[in-house]
């Protein structure tokens, strides 16, 4: 699976940016949105099933941010409202081959290339 993704950039707290990720490849069952802070580890945002089923959301970011799907052009979408600065990441869009419930970052198997993101005070 190749996994494109786009629409990162330097918004003002409290606005909004969407995020985009096109899907190319063989065909893949999980979804996910991760992040890198400045210095801090990888870390889980949002996943679901390619159904968009199975939706989970990180603390953080519960309320905030949506993760949805649109098959017609196997795009993967994240829409992040009232962002804070504290969501200044690298955001990195994943794909993995099979899915459960309970899925990890371990289980994805395929990367994107990141798209940043810097929310200013």
């Known amino acids: 699976v190749q996994l494109q993704a786009s629409g990162g950039g330097l918004v003002q707290a409290g606005g909004s940016l969407r995020l985009s990720c096109v899907a190319s490849?063989?065909?893949?069952?999980?979804v996910g949105w991760f992040r890198r802070a400045p210095g801090k580890e990888r870390e889980f945002v949002a996943v679901?099933?390619?159904?968009?089923?199975?939706?989970r959301y990180a603390d953080s970011v519960k309320g905030r941010f949506t993760i949805s799907r649109d098959n017609r052009d196997n795009t993967i979408y994240l829409q992040m409202n009232s962002l804070k600065p504290e969501d200044t990441a690298v955001y990195y869009c994943?794909?993995?081959?099979?899915?459960?419930?309970?899925?990890?970052?371990?289980?994805?198997?395929?990367w994107g290339q990141g798209t940043q993101v810097t929310v200013s005070s």
């Open positions: 679901m099933n390619w159904r968009g089923e199975g939706k």
């Open positions: 994943a794909a993995s081959a099979s899915w459960h419930s309970k899925i990890k970052e371990a289980d994805f198997g395929s």
């Open positions: 490849g063989r065909t893949f069952s999980g």
